[in-house]
């Protein structure tokens, strides 16, 4: 029989081990699986992150394009020649570094993005190219300002269909590393920043070539393009990373506001205000190409440290998710190897013996029972011993919770009163605002006991508490005791009435003025005292504060028509 006992303790032990690995699992699994999906997504971002230099290069040459484009454009007929060969050179390295960036993004896994940029964004450019040709092979006497508005809006279109690709990597990147986020959400600022640069000089381009006024819509486009520099500059320095904050970022961004704010803005400033004044330009479309095109190479120099920087960045997250990777599998492994080394120890060394052990203590106990005629009611009385523990234990924990219910309702009770404290109402609001839905359909009334300051100062404070008792013992009195009344402050009680009309709300509020204006408080010389409230309520809002201020503010307005009334 013993024999059989054992066996079956030794099943249970060995299940019960059985369990514990098992549960080990259930940890280091998904700590594992945890691990490698940081790691992967690590790696993602990496490839995102190359995928948006690849485009950020991509839409800085699409952007520079229009440079030479506009040079060409606003060129005289002798030069022509030598800036066309300039833009044909320009073409073969942004059409060469739109294959590059398509072939690198089908290699990431973006291809969805490379068939992008083989379709809308070379059909975009493509259109944009051929409105300039048609511009350039006019006969001079057929060019005018707004044919060649047209080809640099063109050009404006092509670049607009890359920074959609820019727009879908950093939506990607943002949702797939936040560590990165940041970073990158700078390097588009600072594209969206080299572009409107650019633009500030194109918006004008046409008229100042031509000599001619610049037009309202030109000049409506290049006030917006100004204010969204000044917005992208802002942005940039919000939305600037504590990591970027360094010496090579505050020159690179002091440069922008050098070269391209203070030196770059005013020669456009001073053109446009010259168009205003009617006077002739000082410079002429290709001048202001040329001096232009410099200031732009400030913003670039910025976007590419902060793509190194953020490589950088990158490069760290993937070398500590990689580390966190192999600490999770390491340890998981060991522990299930201790684990297992464990049960088969326990089981040799521990569990084994112990069954042994218990045999032989009951062999010994059985061989004693015989020897001295004892029987099994010493351990009967061992087992009522732990039951009567357990029920002292019981009533203990009982005497403890009474207790504590006790503190709870001091804690949360006015002394004077008995009605609830601050704490109280701190506790409600708190489960109102984990259910939100409740503050549409709550009443709050704010009741303040009119002229009390006078009551204390003529009939001393005992007499003022017991007016306050008074008070609170007729508010109770006249709500169910499902609301909650709380005494406020000294002389100011609320009321939270759940699932209440507004009319009902009301009917509430003039029955309590009403009781409290008749009221009749005896005094220590045979006299009585009257007092009167004024009454503020609000149903329904959208969070406690909103609920609170229209409250109150129904109280100011019952103060206001002369106390002793309720307001809505």
């Known amino acids: 029989m013993y024999a059989l006992r054992s066996q079956q303790i030794s099943k249970r032990l060995y299940w019960a081990m059985s369990i514990i690995i098992l549960c080990l699992l259930c940890i280091c699994v998904p700590l594992m699986v945890s691990s490698i999906q940081s790691y992967t997504q690590t790696l993602r971002s990496s490839q995102e992150l190359q995928a948006l230099r690849e485009v950020a290069v991509l839409a800085h040459k699409i952007s520079r394009e229009r440079g030479p484009a506009n040079k060409l454009m606003s060129s005289a007929p002798e030069d022509s020649q030598e800036e066309h060969q300039v833009l044909n050179d320009f073409r073969n390295n942004v059409d060469a570094q739109m294959e590059h960036t398509a072939k690198v993004l089908n290699q990431l896994g973006f291809s969805d993005l490379s068939q992008q940029v083989n379709t809308q964004v070379r059909h975009s450019l493509d259109l944009g190219r051929a409105e300039v040709d048609a511009y350039v092979n006019l006969p001079m006497s057929q060019r005018t300002a707004t044919r060649l508005d047209q080809a640099i809006l063109k050009m404006f279109s092509a670049w607009d269909a890359?920074?959609?690709?820019?727009?879908?990597?950093?939506?990607?990147?943002?949702?797939?590393?936040?560590?990165?986020?940041?970073f990158i959400t700078q390097i588009l600022l600072l594209a969206d920043l080299r572009d409107e640069a650019g633009r500030v000089a194109s918006n004008i381009m046409a008229p100042v070539t031509f000599n001619e006024p610049i037009s309202a819509a030109n000049l409506g486009?290049?006030?917006?393009t100004q204010k969204q520099v000044d917005y992208l500059l802002g942005m940039i320095d919000t939305t600037q990373p504590a990591m970027a904050q360094t010496l090579e970022f505050k020159r690179l961004h002091a440069r922008i506001q050098t070269e391209f704010i203070q030196k770059g803005m005013p020669v456009v400033s001073r053109l446009m205000q010259e168009s205003i004044e009617k006077k002739p330009y000082f410079l002429t479309g290709v001048g202001l190409t040329d001096v232009m095109v410099d200031k732009f190479v400030t913003v670039v120099d910025l976007q590419t440290y902060m793509l190194q920087l953020t490589e950088q960045v990158a490069e760290q997250e993937m070398a500590r998710t990689l580390r966190y990777l192999l600490w999770t599998c390491g340890l998981s492994v060991i522990s299930l190897l201790v684990a297992f080394s464990t049960m088969i120890f326990a089981r040799k060394r521990i569990i084994e013996p112990l069954i042994e052990a218990r045999?032989?203590?009951?062999?010994l106990s059985h061989a004693s029972e015989r020897n001295t005629g004892y029987s099994a009611t010493r351990l009967d009385d061992d087992h009522d011993s732990l039951f009567v523990a357990i029920e002292k234990l019981q009533r203990v924990m009982q005497q403890r919770d009474a207790f504590e219910f006790r503190l709870k309702n001091i804690a949360h009770s006015d002394s004077l009163t008995g009605l609830s404290n601050r704490f109280a109402l701190e506790e409600y609001i708190r489960f109102l605002e984990k259910h939100p839905e409740q503050f549409a359909k709550i009443c709050l009334m704010v009741i303040?006991?009119?002229?009390?300051?006078?009551?204390?100062?003529?009939?001393?404070?005992?007499v003022g508490d017991e007016v306050i008792c008074a008070v609170a013992d007729s508010l109770q009195y006249n709500v169910r005791t499902s609301d909650l009344v709380v005494r406020y402050g000294g002389d100011e009680f609320l009321i939270l009435i759940e699932d209440i009309e507004k009319q009902n709300a009301l009917n509430v509020g003039q029955k309590i003025c009403d009781e409290i204006a008749t009221m009749h408080i005896p005094l220590r010389d045979g006299q009585g005292l009257h007092v009167s409230v004024s009454i503020g309520i609000a149903v329904g809002a959208d969070s406690w504060i909103e609920l609170f201020e229209k409250a109150d503010q129904a109280l100011f307005s019952a103060k206001a028509k002369g106390r002793n009334t309720i307001s809505w």
């Open 359 to 363: 045999n032989t203590l009951l062999d």
């Open 162 to 182: 890359s920074r959609e690709i820019l727009k879908t990597i950093v939506s990607a990147s943002d949702a797939s590393s936040a560590s990165l986020s940041p």
């Open 221 to 224: 486009r290049l006030l917006q």
């Open 448 to 462: 303040d006991i009119d002229h009390f300051k006078q009551v204390n100062d003529s009939y001393g404070h005992i």
